[in-house]
């Protein structure tokens, strides 16, 4: 990865974090009640998010569980893991990074408006057009998402996702390309940031390891990596293939 790293004081790498399972920590904690759970896995609903996640990605009973919650010959993605267990089939997988905030200017966007159901129409039309990542229809229900609008016209997204306990993952931030350079989406990360730190968590943020433009956005705003991740699709064993959690 073809970008300038600033490392902070974290947790030993060898200590269980409770990023390293963000998915299971939300959904288990503050999300608790979008949680789909069987045993030892739990999935959000399918138009919320397309995330799955493991209590122990290294539990073959997780796994059989996760294939109980999903059904036979399912697609679906996968957090926190880099392996599969005999059965399975990796469908996609692809490198990410994980950045933490330690120094980051929080504070709120004057012009930022609060988004809600009723404009999810608008939001998925600007999502497909920047491919920040997944949002499907019930998406704003994780967290606070903010815009902001030119002529009425929203220009500008970003907003919460995962919520471990403490920390709040900043997501979906995306700027109509007729707009980029304004310095929108660091004005809205900023203003989601300040939101997440008043009721006393700490913002996180996902990347793809190849958006180096991005991640050094990130960190020249206040952001540093603290590891690196995989996000794998994933196929479950037996039954007629079908897809799941694929929108987006």
């Known amino acids: 990865m073809a970008t300038s790293v600033h490392h902070t004081s ?4 060898t200590e269980p974090h409770i990023l390293d399972n963000a998915a299971w920590a ?14 030892r896995a739990a999935r ?12 122990d990605p290294a539990d073959p009973r997780a796994w059989d569980d996760l294939a109980a919650l999903v059904g036979p010959g399912t697609v679906t993605p ?4 880099r ?11 692809g490198e990410g990074v994980q950045l933490v905030d330690t120094a980051l200017h929080a504070e709120p966007a004057p012009e930022a408006v609060r988004l809600g159901p009723t404009d999810v129409p608008e939001i998925l039309g600007l999502i497909a057009l920047t491919q920040p990542g997944p949002f499907l229809p019930r998406t704003v229900e994780l967290g606070t998402y903010l815009g902001i609008r030119d002529r009425g016209r929203l220009v500008a997204l970003a907003g919460e996702r995962l919520r471990p306990p403490g920390w709040t993952e900043i997501s979906a931030v995306c700027t ?11 004005r809205l990360v ?16 996902h990347a793809a390891a190849s958006n180096t433009h ?20 994933v196929r479950t064993p037996g039954g007629q293939p079908k897809a799941e959690g694929r929108d987006g």
Do not use: C, K, N, Q
């Open 10 to 13: 974290l947790p030993s790498p």
């Open 44 to 55: 959000y609903p399918t138009d919320v998010s397309p995330f799955t996640a493991l209590e």
């Open 78 to 81: 996968v957090t926190a893991v």
């Open 83 to 93: 392996t599969v267990p005999g059965g399975w089939e990796t469908e996609h997988s």
């Open 214 to 233: 991005a991640i050094r956005l990130y960190e020249s705003i206040g952001f540093t990596l603290r590891r690196r991740t995989r996000f794998m699709l």
């Open 190 to 205: 900023r203003a989601v940031a300040a939101g997440i730190r008043e009721r006393g968590d700490t913002p996180f943020l």
């Open 176 to 186: 109509h390309p007729d707009h980029r350079g304004r310095g929108l989406a660091t």
């Open 26 to 39: 939300a959904l288990m904690g503050p999300h608790a009640h979008l949680a789909e759970r069987v045993g």
